[in-house]
């Protein structure tokens, strides 16, 4: 069901974000070289999950057709944004900013797509010089936590809801390689 599959995307989101901020915590504390990979590996599975969470709602709203369109997606995330704009009341309070926001939206959802592609989805010789994390989380990240925001109040759900999905169920009882029950001591 389309709906599982969206709601465990969610949930991988926020796994990934979790992380990510444990992680950034624990960056202001000491200067960690392992810390540092993770740190940057957190965030872009942030950015991964994100945009496959995006298109997964494109497949769900519009058509599946339609998901496999980057442009299609890229213009559904501008629409979130402006839906979320609208929400926070950006768009009444600086009713000016309107155009500059859409420019910004539009230039968000490309570089998600860009970072998620390049950054997460392969292994690149100019992966980091041509796509620098940082530069995005500058430019960007509000629009990310916004995003997991919204996406949260619509997809959010019990982990026992995703655990009783029954190929979650089933995997876990396979890998617990014949054991009877959980917690059994033999």
Same mark, same amino acid.
């Given at each position: 069901m389309l709906e599982n599959s969206i709601e465990h995307e969610y949930f991988q989101l926020e796994?990934?974000? %979790?992380?990510?901020l444990h992680l950034l915590l624990k960056n202001k504390k000491a200067d960690d070289p392992t810390l540092k990979v993770l740190l940057y590996s957190g965030y872009s599975r942030v950015i991964q999950h994100l945009w496959e969470l995006m298109k997964a709602q494109v497949c769900? %709203?519009? &058509? %599946?057709?339609? &998901? *496999? %369109? *980057?442009n299609v997606v890229e213009e559904f995330i501008v629409r979130a944004l402006e839906s979320s704009? *609208?929400?926070y009341g950006d768009e009444t309070t600086h009713p000016q900013s309107k155009a500059i926001n859409l420019a910004k939206y539009q230039s968000f959802a490309k570089d998600l797509r860009i970072h998620r592609n390049r950054v997460s989805g392969h292994v690149l010789s100019q992966k980091f010089s041509a796509y620098p994390l940082s530069d995005?989380?500058?430019?960007y990240h509000a629009y990310v936590v916004r995003l997991t925001s919204s996406l949260e109040q619509e997809w959010s759900t019990s982990i026992s809801s995703l655990a009783s999905v029954p190929e979650v169920d089933s995997f876990s009882k396979m890998l617990t390689f014949g054991q009877d029950e959980w917690g059994s001591n033999s």
């Open positions: 796994v990934a974000y %979790k992380q990510f769900y %709203k519009v &058509s %599946k057709t339609q &998901s *496999e %369109k *980057e704009a *609208e929400q995005f989380w500058s430019k």
